[in-house]
């Protein structure tokens, strides 16, 4: 089965507080994602990564950083939490596709769902 | 500017019955079409990709379809059980290679009841 896992699926933390959150992926996937998903706003990406060391921003980069060391593992890193991202956080991977290197099927994890009080 | 807008934002049923979900975009360049399932609480799950060429594609009592002239994309559900009872969310891929986006629709929140 593959598996793409989120390190925490609940998390509570207090405004300021640096924050990670850690995904792990076991299907040897070039491409991972990390996503917010708020109520009414559908999925909005946060950063990609298509290689090792290799980041991208996304739509929403602001007030995150992300760490790719490992073909595996994508981390997600909010250096000084905000109440304004309190949020579910989702991760993703796929293989990148065919000649033209379309985004292949996304796999997503479980979720963590963040408050920042 | 991207977008996806997905009708109706919310659907209740009962078990057994056929329901419809509506998918249009403005996307361009494009390259694919997604529908994904999700359960209160987890991940999304995928349940098809279909590109330009295809019309529509099945995945068991789910059939997607896709109209490229239109821009519009349909997602049947056949003989409804309490099972479906998710969001599902419309994803339209755009361009291809590192510059390769996706542009997620808000989702219809589907309630299957006896």
């Known amino acids: 089965d593959v598996k793409v896992t989120q390190s925490s699926r609940y998390l509570v933390k207090r405004t300021g507080e640096k924050v990670f959150l850690e995904c792990v992926q076991d299907?040897?996937?070039?491409?991972m994602f990390w996503y917010r998903q708020d109520p009414g706003l559908g999925l909005r990406l946060i950063y990609f990564?298509?290689?090792?060391?290799?980041?991208e921003k996304g739509d929403i980069p602001e007030g995150y950083s992300v760490s790719r060391e490992k073909k595996e593992r994508f981390s997600l890193i909010l250096e000084s939490a905000s109440t304004n991202q309190t949020s579910m956080y989702l991760c993703?991977?796929?293989?990148?596709?065919?000649?033209?290197?379309?985004?292949?099927?996304?796999?997503f994890g479980e979720g963590s769902r963040l408050t920042v009080l | 500017k991207n977008q996806v807008e997905q009708s109706p934002q919310s659907l209740i049923i009962l078990e057994g019955k056929n329901c419809t979900l509506q998918?249009?975009?403005?996307?361009?360049?494009?390259?694919?079409l997604r529908w994904y399932k999700q359960d209160t609480g987890r991940g999304p799950v995928s349940l098809t990709i279909?590109?330009?060429?295809?019309n529509t594609k099945s995945n068991g009592r789910y059939t997607a379809t896709l109209d490229a002239d239109t821009k519009q994309s349909s997602l049947h559900i056949t003989a409804s059980q309490l099972s479906d009872s998710a969001s599902y969310i419309c994803?339209?891929?755009?361009?291809?290679?590192?510059?390769?986006?996706?542009?997620f629709g808000t989702g219809t929140r589907l309630q299957v009841t006896l």
């Open positions: 279909m590109t330009f060429s295809e």
């Open positions: 990564s298509y290689d090792v060391k290799m980041k």
């Open positions: 993703a991977s796929s293989f990148l596709t065919g000649l033209a290197g379309v985004v292949g099927e996304l796999f």
């Open positions: 994803v339209v891929s755009a361009g291809t290679g590192t510059a390769s986006k996706l542009t």
């Open positions: 299907m040897d996937h070039e491409n």
């Open positions: 998918c249009n975009y403005t996307v361009s360049p494009f390259s694919n």
